[in-house]
Structures are given as C-alpha cells and as structure tokens.
C-alpha cells in the first residue's frame, strides 16, 4: 500500500522543492510518481521513506498524491502559489496599500536606469507602471495615513510617492538605504547596509538608532506587535542572524541558522516570516514565537512577503510576484 504520511511544506510556487514523507513498496525498477492534479512532478531524489520532488509548472492548487506500481495513494492538498505579475526585479518585500493594491519594483542592478521602477498591481491583477526615474527602489513602506515612502540604494535617499506616483525627497543621507519600516508612531527606520539603522521622526528629524553587522546586499526590516524592530541581513556567513532591537536601540539576536535571510513580515498569532534557506533549503520560513522554525512555502528564488488582507499571501521572487492562498492572517498595519 502506498501512502503519504506528511507533505512539507504544504505550500510553494512554481519550481518550489516539496518534502514527502511516505511509505511503500516498489517492485522492480519502478519508480514513484507525483502527481499534482494532472501534473507530474519531477522527482529530485527517492528514498523508502523520502521523496523529493520540483513543482511542476503547470501546477495548480489543488490534491497531489503518489502513483507506484498500478496503485494511487491518499491525496494530500497542496497549495501552489498564481503568478501575479513578471518582468518584475523585487528585491525586498512588496508593499499593500490600504487599497489592496500591490507596489513592487523593478530595481534593476545598482546605478541601472530603467524607465517605470515601480509598478502597482491591482487587486484583480491589472499591472501598470507607478513611478518612473527612480533609481535603485529597494524598500517601500506605507505610513498610518496610508502614504508611500520608499528608499533608494543608489543615492541614500528617502522619497515620497503621492498617490499619482509623483515621488519628492523626504530624507537624504542614509548611506545605501535598503529596508524601511514604520512604527505605530509614525517614525521611519531605514537600515543602511554598511551597518546603521537610522530612525527618522514625523519632524524629518533623524537619529542613530541602532548599528549591527554590515550586509552583503540589503537589511529588511519588520514591527512586531510590541514595537519591536526586527532585523534580517545576509552576510557571507551561511549561518545568519535575525536581529531584535527594542525601542531603545538595544540590539539582541533573536535566530541564528537561516541563509541569505530577507523579507520579514508577521503573522496577527506573532509569528516571524523570513525569506531565506533552512536547513539547506529555500522558501518562506516560518519562525514561531518559541524560535522554533519551519518551511512554511517552498520557492528556491523568493526574497519578500507581504500578507493580504483575506488570508492570501503575496511573495516576490527575483523577477515575479506571486499571490497564495494562505489562510494566515497578517499582523495589522501601523
């Protein structure tokens, strides 16, 4: 009798490596199928007790099972995340408005001019270009009045992007501005990667809030529910940190063991979600608030999140965006 006995993780997009425990005897030379509805996956490796499997790219959500020897296993749903937009550059999370509105960049390589930067999705999928002749946005983050702010690693700026994407300065000088973050009172924290996280005031007053080791590409940044400041940094270790900064400025590591860790976002429940590889493999992981960590979406190219507003979860990869259906709710706004 064939039988699957845990997928994991139980969600992915296109190309996504899933975990299947299962049980069953071959005969022969046989070898097992996955099948996703009327997919076949292709098969990365076989054990007795182990089958590693890509995500086909025809793929949709839906139950998948094994296939041995004439005989069909227990099917096992698997959500499998919609292409939303491509041609896209993402390099951090992608942003929601209050809207339902999706902004995500075109970031193009450092010092790269590209026509329309940034690019806003509508809830029905509708692409259309937003801001143009921005160089190099990297992080965008909306304030309490649901106004757009985002950084530029090229010039070390701060813009602000009116609704009819119109951007003007907001702050200037903070170093290779990557990651970006409101907290509940409306000040902005902006992580230069070089090694300092600024804090900028609703006066545009701006402070040295906290310092911590330099990245190799971009610090991402994260609010969780007690205002503290939630840091991810990829280094050229293949052990990296997620840092927790209090409201003070104190600097503490809060996980150890992901690699190349970038977007954060949380979940209403507490807990973290990072971008990053686990235990050698890539997706969105999930770090619960007793610091025990899971593959929550399987996805080798993923570098940020955001979660919606009906229990789906929007994921950018190197060149696209992604929307799934999650059944997780996210942490509310600022």
């Known amino acids: 009798m064939v039988k699957i006995l845990e997928v994991l993780p139980p969600a992915s997009v296109i ?36 089958i590693v499997v890509q995500v086909p ?33 993402p390099v951090a999370n992608p942003a929601l408005d209050l809207e339902g509105n999706l902004y995500t960049t075109l970031s193009g390589r450092r010092g790269e001019k590209v026509t329309h930067s940034i690019f806003k999705i509508d809830p029905a999928g509708r692409v259309q270009p937003f801001v143009s002749d921005l160089m190099n946005p990297t992080g965008i983050a909306f304030n309490s009045l649901g106004e757009m702010f985002v950084s530029s690693r090229h010039d070390g700026s701060i813009y602000k992007i009116s609704s009819y994407g119109e951007k003007s300065i907001y702050a200037k000088g903070m170093g290779v501005a990557t990651g970006i973050a409101f907290d509940h009172d409306d000040n902005l924290y ?22 911590i080791e330099p990245s190799v590409s971009a610090y991402h940044l994260a609010f969780d529910e007690e205002q503290n400041l939630f840091v991810a ?27 190349r860790p970038q977007g954060l976002a949380f979940d209403a429940e507490g807990g973290l979600y990072v971008a990053a590889s686990l235990g050698g493999r890539r997706g969105i992981v999930r770090i619960a608030r007793n610091r025990s960590a899971s593959l929550a979406v399987a996805g080798s190219t993923l570098v940020g999140l955001a979660f919606g507003y009906h229990r789906d979860l929007y994921l950018a990869s190197t060149n696209s965006a992604f929307k799934l259906n999650f059944g997780v709710v996210g942490k509310p706004l600022p």
Not at 19 to 24: F, Q, V
Not at 193 to 201: N, S, Y
Not at 249 to 255: A, H, I
């Open 15 to 50: 190309g996504g490596e899933i975990h299947i425990r299962w049980s069953g005897e071959s005969q022969g030379f046989a070898r097992p199928e996955v099948v996703f509805k009327q997919s076949r996956g292709h098969l990365i490796s076989v054990s007795p007790d182990l």
């Open 57 to 89: 790219e025809d793929a949709s959500s839906s139950d998948l099972w094994i296939s041995l020897n004439g005989q069909q296993s227990n099917k096992v749903p698997c959500e499998i995340a919609t292409l939303f937009a491509a041609n896209l550059h």
């Open 190 to 211: 902006v992580g230069d990667r070089t090694g300092t996280i600024f804090k900028i005031d609703p006066k545009r007053e701006i402070f040295v809030f906290a310092t």
């Open 233 to 259: 940094g990829p280094t050229t270790s293949s052990c990296d940190h997620v840092y927790r900064i209090t409201s003070d400025g104190n600097v503490s590591t809060y996980f150890s063991g992901l690699g």
